[in-house]
């Protein structure tokens, strides 16, 4: 359905990514053949969304074996500890990208290499697999996620979930799309989620293209709405969830996860596997990235403040456990007690 991909591998050896900076207005791709230069998108954004950061970190691990100028194994698996390290730097609080690398880390330290060329199709392979895996995952979600999702309901989403924070589908957005593809007349309220407006420009941008009726609203409007319309859902992904079930999310979902309770609207937060967090006991011990300060100081090009006005720009917040009315999932719905019922998952 979407005419777009978010990411993919390009043979013989380019990462190719659409640049989420400039769309709604322009729909660019851009080739990385440095995991470097992935590392770097991962921090501008180019790419963002927790499944998709993993995804770009696996591809970009892959970008070495095939590219690495030396012959000798010693120097590859080298260059790739060191590329997984600068990869692993780029975002703090999505768990997918340490857990992408660590994956494919594993397997190489697992396996006795007979040649550069072995690796690389080692490498390859299993990014391959995690992007696969990925689009599979988001629709078993997704799937799972219709027995909350009835016809005719009304939901909000905060940020951007969906096609382009994944390989595809996505995990909130993803469970909206399978919803209106399976003919439910339904409704979504799109928080623009400032500071850079993932709401307004991306969930927008998928909605239009899925034939998702939809509205865009200014982030404090989710309490008015929530007291004076019939909101059925609020329905968000993670960045991380923590074995207690904190979550981190889009700087926002607290807000929306507190008025939502206060107006008795259920709070689902939608999260594959490879997002919970087991050796976090909880939010608190999870890095909120701070980002620079020029998202808020400006729309765009243009400056919204005065010269020189202090700023506070965390991209992630932590909606505390009591808030989630349960966790949609790849392998089904997870309702508390969260600290039992997660571990479960992993049994
Ligand atoms: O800063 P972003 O745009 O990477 O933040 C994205 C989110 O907070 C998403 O809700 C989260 O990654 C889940 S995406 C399936």
Sequence with gaps: MPTFHTIKWVDP??????????????VVYNEYRDPAAVAQAIKDMVVRGAPAIGAAAAFGLALVPVHDTSDKMETVLADLKQASEILRQARPTAVNLSW???????????????????????????????????????????????????DGAVIFHHCNTGALAAVDYGTA????????????????????????LQGARL????????????????????????????IDLCIVGTDRVAANGDVANKIGTYNLAVVAHENKVPFYVAVPKSTIDMAAP????????????????????????????????????????????????????????????LAKLFQ
């Design 13 to 26: 050896g380019l990462v190719s990514m659409i640049d989420q900076r400039v769309l709604p207005h322009q």
């Design 203 to 230: 969930s927008a941008w998928e909605l239009l293209q899925y034939g998702v009726p939809f509205k865009v609203v200014a982030d404090g409007a989710s309490g008015h709405y929530m007291r004076t319309e019939k």
């Design 100 to 150: 992408a690398i660590d994956r494919i880390l594993a397997l190489v330290e697992e396996r006795n290499f007979k040649s550069v060329a072995q690796l690389r199709d080692v490498v390859l392979g299993e990014a391959q697999k995690i992007a696969l895996e990925d689009v599979e995952i988001n629709y078993s979600l997704g799937s799972h996620a219709q027995s909350l999702i009835l």
């Design 173 to 196: 957005l993803g469970a909206i799309r399978i919803a209106h593809e399976k003919g439910k007349k339904i409704f979504v309220y799109l928080d623009e989620t400032r500071p850079r």
């Design 282 to 341: 909880s939010g608190d011990v999870i890095e909120i990235e701070e980002r620079p300060a020029h998202e808020v100081t400006h729309v765009g090009n243009l400056q919204i403040t005065p010269d020189n006005t202090p700023v506070g720009n965390p991209a992630f917040d932590i909606t505390p456990a009591k808030y989630v009315t349960a966790f949609i999932t790849e392998d089904g719905i997870v309702y508390p007690p969260y600290q039992e019922n």
